[in-house]
C-alpha cells in the first residue's frame, strides 16, 4: 500500500522558520515527482512547491524565495523548508505523489501567529 506521511508542522511567529518532511512508501520514490500543496480555511487547495525525480523545482509565486523543496531519495522523503514565514502561510500542508493514479499525505498544520 501507498503511504505518505507528513510531519514537522507547528506554531511558529511570523518571520520565523519550519521544516516539514514527508515519509513516502509503496511507491518507486526515485522517479517520482513529489508536490506539497497548501490549504487555508475558506480556500482553495493551492500548489507550493514541486520537485522532479531529477531535483527539477518549481514555486508558486507566494513562495519563491523564502521556500524550499527538496528530496533525499535514500531516506524516501521530500522536505519544506519554511523561512520568513508570514501570517498568510497560516494552512494545512500536504504531501502529493505523481505515482499512478496519485497520493496523498494525510496533512500537517502550519499556523503563523504573533
Known amino acids: 500500500q501507498v503511504h505518505l506521511v507528513e510531519s514537522g508542522g507547528g506554531v511558529v511567529q511570523p518571520g520565523g522558520s519550519l521544516r516539514l518532511s514527508c515519509v513516502a512508501s509503496?511507491?518507486?520514490?526515485?522517479?517520482?515527482?513529489m508536490r506539497w500543496y497548501r490549504q487555508a480555511p475558506g480556500k482553495q487547495r493551492e500548489l507550493v512547491a514541486h520537485?522532479?525525480?531529477?531535483?527539477?523545482?518549481d514555486y508558486s509565486d507566494d513562495v519563491k524565495g523564502r521556500f524550499t523543496i527538496s528530496r533525499d531519495n535514500a531516506k524516501n522523503t521530500v522536505y519544506l523548508q519554511m523561512n520568513n514565514l508570514e501570517t498568510e502561510d497560516t494552512a494545512i500542508y500536504y504531501c502529493?505523489?505523481?505515482?499512478?493514479?496519485?497520493?496523498w499525505g494525510q496533512g500537517t498544520q502550519v499556523t503563523v501567529s504573533s
Open positions: 502529493k505523489a505523481d505515482w499512478r493514479s496519485g497520493y
Open positions: 509503496g511507491i518507486v520514490f526515485g522517479i517520482t515527482p
Open positions: 520537485i522532479r525525480g531529477g531535483g527539477t523545482t
